[in-house]
């Protein structure tokens, strides 16, 4: 970088500091996808894991599912729910969407006053809709978090993730906790045919339309993917006939065979649930911001940037740069970046010196890139699992945010299949997956209707 400090060794050495402990060579990578590849083995033979390889009890569509669903949508701020149509040939209509914000007060209170909320809005949309409540209808439930399943239609949540914490939800039925709800305020005639992880949502989604898509993944504020596995090879699951696949929802936020920085260990340290979700921490747009904060507040103190005592509260107080704010700076290409300037004046900060304003910039470049590339390195696991030659093309559908609209995110993902790869790099392609957890959730349930039928 060509700035006016630089010429203070202080600064260039701990710009080179922060420069190595973000960077993931193509050797860790290789390193990390061989450790994804035991940790994935325990977790299917059911030992101790931090890749849990949970069974979804359902495979990949055909492209001939039918029918209407009320699909339910839980898994970060916003609750939704979808009506759906398919029309049995891959053809899908969204016939209304309803969206509430769950409040902090949802998301960290009783898993009753959560679940309560969740029945209302959906009695909301119901009487929005003329839906009559006594009128027997299936739903299709997309409930993002990690689950231990019994059946297509059933799981207990193993733990929470993303920020929640509501009481009295873990190691509970979340099914079980919905319907409660929902008889508490008279509705009886709803029932959940499908209880859906949103990777899993995606797949199928996508798989609707593109059967080579054989992975979904997530790259929003959580991170996770699944692959269907075959049975056979799911040795933790006995008396199920070893024929045919299932998709395996990963959680595979949770790996931790990663190098930690300091700054990985104090975000791990301040969030509800330490030492678990490592991955996710590292990955996903709920973390990145605050990674890119407790960087710059260590500068602050360095003193190697912002040099007003305004910008140390604004570094100082959690959450107050988002992702977001992340992608909107790199996106401005200016030189004199007028997007950190918007930020850190609406912020009433003053003496933004241009370089401090690009540091900012390429500390969140090293922050961004090693979420593209460990995201890179995760899904090249899991095709190389499936297909340890690469020999076939693997579509994989992805929805979320990080991808959908990180500048070049995807690009840093390609640049790694590459590295590894080479020519056959053209057999992974990654693809936006629109809607997994409405449209893919009502395809389960509608295989769910039929394999029942
Ligand atoms: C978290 C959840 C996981 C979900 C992911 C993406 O990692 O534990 O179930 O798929 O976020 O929403």
Redesign the pocket.
């Known amino acids: 970088m060509s700035t006016k400090t630089k010429t203070t060794t202080a600064y260039d050495e701990f710009v080179s500091y922060l420069e190595k402990i973000f960077a993931v060579s193509t050797d860790e990578v290789k390193v990390i996808i061989k450790d994804f590849h035991s940790e994935m083995q325990k977790g299917l033979s059911g030992f101790e894991s931090s890749l849990k390889m949970l069974p979804s009890f359902t495979d990949r569509a055909k492209g001939i599912e039918k029918g209407k669903f009320i699909a339910l949508d839980l ?1 970060g701020t916003n609750f939704r729910v979808i009506a759906v149509d398919l029309d049995g040939k891959g053809g899908t209509t969204i016939v209304g969407v309803n969206k509430y914000v769950i409040d902090k007060q949802y998301m960290e209170g009783s898993g009753e006053q959560l679940f309560d909320f969740i029945a209302n809005c959906i009695k909301g949309f119901m009487e929005g809709k003329n839906i009559p409540l006594d009128k027997k209808l299936e739903l299709a439930f997309t409930f ?3 689950v231990e399943q019994t059946n297509v239609a059933a799981g207990k949540l193993l733990t929470w ?2 920020g929640f914490t509501a009481s009295g939800v873990v190691g509970e039925d979340i099914v079980v906790l919905l319907n409660e709800a929902l008889r508490k305020i008279g509705i009886k005639n709803l029932k959940v045919a499908a209880l859906v ?3 899993v949502g995606t797949l199928v989604a996508k798989s609707y339309t593109e059967p080579s898509c054989d992975v979904g993944v ?1 790259l ?5 993917a699944c692959y269907p596995e075959k049975i056979i090879n799911i040795r933790k699951w006995r008396g199920m006939p070893p024929k045919g696949n299932m998709i395996i ?1 990963m ?1 595979w ?1 949770n790996f931790d065979k990663l190098f930690v920085s300091p700054y990985d260990k104090d975000i791990d340290a301040a969030s509800p649930n330490p030492g678990k ?1 490592r991955l ?1 921490k590292m990955v996903s747009g709920m973390f990145l911001g605050e990674i890119l904060r407790v960087v710059v507040r260590d500068l602050i103190k360095r003193d190697l940037i912002f040099k007003d005592e305004s910008a140390t509260n604004l570094f100082s107080k959690n959450g107050s740069l988002k992702t977001e704010n992340m992608s909107n700076i790199e996106a401005d290409t200016s030189d004199n970046l007028g997007e950190v300037e918007a930020f850190i004046s609406k912020h009433n900060v003053k003496n933004i010196d241009q370089n401090s304003k690009d540091l900012l910039k390429h500390v969140s470049k090293l922050v961004s890139k090693r979420s593209a590339r460990l995201s890179a390195a995760a899904i090249a696991s899991v095709v190389l699992w499936m297909d340890p030659e690469l020999k076939n093309k693997h579509v994989i559908g992805i929805d979320g945010s990080l991808f959908e609209k990180y500048p070049g995110y995807k690009d840093m993902m390609e640049e790694v299949f590459i590295e590894l790869f080479k020519t056959h790099a053209k057999n992974i392609v990654c693809e936006h997956a629109r809607d997994g957890s409405g449209v893919g959730a009502a395809i389960i349930a509608a295989i769910a209707a039929s394999t029942e039928g």
Not at 220 to 224: D, E, S
Request: net charge negative; hydrophobic share 10%; charged share 20%.
């Open positions: 898994g993002s978090f990690p993730t993303k992880n949103d990777t997530i929003g504020t959580g991170t996770n929802n959680e936020g979700h996710e």
